[in-house]
Nanobody, 124 residues
Framework: QVQLVESGGGLVQAGGSLRLSCAAS????????MGWFRQAPGKEREFVAS????????YYTDSVKGRFTISRDNAKNTMYLQMDSLKPEDTAVYYC?????????????????WGQGTQVTVSS
């Protein structure tokens, strides 16, 4: 059974930093693309960042480029999201995601497993 467990969310002031982690189990971690999505109240879940199986290729939504860094450690079956220069508009529940995709954009329909989510709140 595949499990994705996020941690690291919390309350931070604008300009601050947080590091999210996603621990995966249940299938061979290095065989799957990983990503982060987020959902703010009253809004649809949106793509934030993704990382290829090897970790060599990453993609970011425009609003987080230069502020967020996605990474993975295949030896530890864990993915990370370093979030710096946080803004109030980054407030959302952040979800870890896993899919078998290669090359095409990671989307909510390509994802086959989700984590339970972790709340990130940025105060102004």
């Amino acid at each position: 059974q595949v499990q994705l467990v996020e941690s690291g969310g919390g309350l931070v002031q604008a300009g601050g930093s947080l590091r999210l982690s996603c621990a995966a189990s249940g299938r061979t971690f290095s065989n799957y693309r990983m990503g982060w999505f987020r959902q703010a109240p009253g809004k649809e879940r949106e793509f934030v960042a993704s990382i290829s199986r090897s970790g060599r290729t990453t993609y970011y939504t425009d609003s987080v480029k230069g502020r967020f860094t996605i990474s993975r450690d295949n030896a530890k079956n864990t993915m990370y999201l370093q979030m710096d220069s946080l803004k109030p508009e980054d407030t959302a529940v952040y979800y870890c995601a896993q899919d078998p995709g290669v090359g095409q954009k990671m989307t909510t329909t390509s994802v086959d497993y989700w984590g339970q989510g972790t709340q990130v709140t940025v105060s102004s």
